[in-house]
Each structure stands twice: as structure tokens, then as C-alpha cells.
């Protein structure tokens, strides 16, 4: 923990920090995060799980589905900028100042996520994300809100975890149809699916990209937890797993950790 820590503490700091970072726009001098272009990003792994009937997997579902984002046609959208406003987001929000202005980055709109995890282990701290087409500042706006206090599996953050977060942005692109429930790769693919559960409702659940490869999962064994996410709670037989309608989709990521975010802060005041 650094010295200048601002959430360390609620006085001359914190109020020098919310000078630079509450009201002002950021954007200039901006220092890399951890870049992806890899075509896989994270979220709702919290831990190793086990498949035989667990109903206990993590959950990350966005409210509703469009098919892509609006791309600028530039290539790469993620960038480190959206990281680090997601920090001055929460950190606003947990001391009750204005939040900050408007960003420099991009408002194209896009089906986005953002990640928090915690401490040297990267523990997950909440991940809530939405499938609908946002425009970038607004969304990260209410997402990096979201998932810092809303996601139900825990509790809301607190200023004292502050300077050991990390925070992932992912933007989410390239959606397609499966030709069935094994029409995708692990690693390269984040799969939503579609499914009619023992009462005869719809139900959809999703990972993003690198779940199955961080959890040591091959595709049946992704689908099997995906269905037990989304409720199904009967045997899962390849009938059932035939009835599945499964989109595939890619993503960028970009992760900024605490101290990366502070360095960028300090540029600022230079």
C-alpha cells in the first residue's frame, strides 16, 4: 500500500485525489494495463467447481441479448482510460463526492462487463455485465457501480479494499450462432445459451471467454455448469443438451490493477 493511499483515510488526501480525479477528465499520459487482444476475458469465476449437481456456480447474465456492438471500425476497443475510470467511479461513490466527467474514450456502444478482484490471489469481488449495446461511458459508468455493489454472491465493497483491488474491463464482439452446444472453442469463445428448464420456462446463462480454460473445464463439462447456472436442476442427458441454442461471442479485455491506477493518478498531478 502506498503512501498517498486515498483510501487510506477521509482527509487532505482524499480530498487532493478527488481534485485530480473527481473533477477532471482523464484520458492524457495514460499508463498500460494488462492489454488482451486475445480474444478472451473474465468473469464469474470465483472458484474450482464441482459439476456432479452443483447448483452453486457463479452467475453473470446480462438482461437481454443484441447480436454485436457498433464497432468504430478501429480494431482494438478496450484500453486501459476505462480501467482506470472505473477506479475513479468507485472511489467517487465510496466517498460520497461527484462523479467524475465525462471520459476521453470512446462512446461507441457495445455488450460490456467489468470485473473486480481482490488481494495477490485475484479473488473475484463482483462481476456484472450486460449483453445490451451500451455506449462505453455510461455503461462502465453504471457497471463498475453494479458489480462493486450489487452482485448478489457478495458483499458490497468497502473503502478499506480499495487499494487492493484490480479491475477488468470487457468488451464483448463478434456474437454468432453455434450449429449446436459444441460449436465452440474453449479459450477463444465466451457462450451464452439458451435452454427450457423442467417447467417448461426459458432460461439463459453465460460465461465470458476464459472461464472454462481458468476452471480446467472441456466443452461438455462448461455446458453441464452453465446449465445448472442458468437452474436446471434434473440429469442432464445429450437430450437435453441437444435442445440447447448456443451463441458464441469474443471479447477484449483489459486489466489495470491498484498501483498501476495510482501511477497513472500521480502522472496526472505532474
Avoid at 21 to 36: K, N, P, R, T, Y
Wanted: hydrophobic share 35%; proline share 4%; glycine share 8%.
Amino acid at each position: 500500500m502506498i503512501s498517498c493511499s486515498p483510501a487510506g483515510n477521509t482527509g487532505s488526501t482524499s480530498t487532493k485525489f478527488y481534485s485530480t480525479v473527481c473533477g477532471s477528465v482523464l484520458g492524457c499520459g495514460w499508463i498500460a494495463g494488462v492489454i488482451e487482444n486475445t480474444m478472451a476475458a473474465g468473469c464469474c469465476g470465483t472458484k474450482k467447481q464441482k459439476l456432479n449437481n452443483s447448483s452453486s456456480v457463479p452467475s453473470c447474465n446480462g438482461s437481454s441479448f443484441v447480436p454485436n456492438g457498433m464497432s468504430n471500425g478501429l480494431g482494438m476497443v478496450a484500453m486501459p482510460e476505462m480501467c482506470f475510470f472505473c477506479f475513479d467511479v468507485l472511489y467517487c461513490h465510496l466517498y460520497n463526492l461527484a462523479p467524475p466527467k465525462i471520459p476521453s474514450f470512446s462512446n461507441d456502444a457495445y455488450p460490456l462487463f467489468v470485473t473486480w478482484k481482490i488481494g495477490r490471489d485475484k479473488r473475484l469481488r463482483g462481476c456484472i455485465g450486460t449483453f445490451n449495446a451500451m455506449n462505453l461511458q455510461s455503461g462502465l459508468r453504471e457497471y463498475a457501480i453494479t458489480s462493486a455493489f450489487k452482485d448478489s454472491r457478495f458483499s458490497p465493497i468497502v473503502r478499506d479494499e480499495f487499494p487492493k483491488l484490480s479491475v477488468s474491463v470487457s468488451i464483448l464482439r463478434h456474437f454468432e450462432d453455434g450449429d449446436d452446444y459444441m460449436d465452440w472453442t474453449v479459450g477463444v469463445h465466451g457462450i451464452r445459451i439458451e435452454f427450457i428448464n423442467e417447467k417448461g420456462n426459458k432460461r439463459t446463462a453465460t460465461y465470458l471467454p476464459e472461464i472454462a480454460s481458468e476452471q480446467g473445464w472441456d466443452q461438455l463439462q462448461t455446458i453441464d455448469s452453465l446449465l445448472r447456472k442458468g437452474g436446471y436442476k434434473s440429469v442432464i442427458s445429450s437430450e437435453v443438451r441437444r435442445t440447447i441454442k448456443l451463441t458464441r461471442y469474443q471479447s477484449e479485455k483489459i486489466t489495470v490493477t491498484y498501483q498501476e491506477y495510482m501511477n497513472h493518478w500521480n502522472n496526472q498531478r505532474c
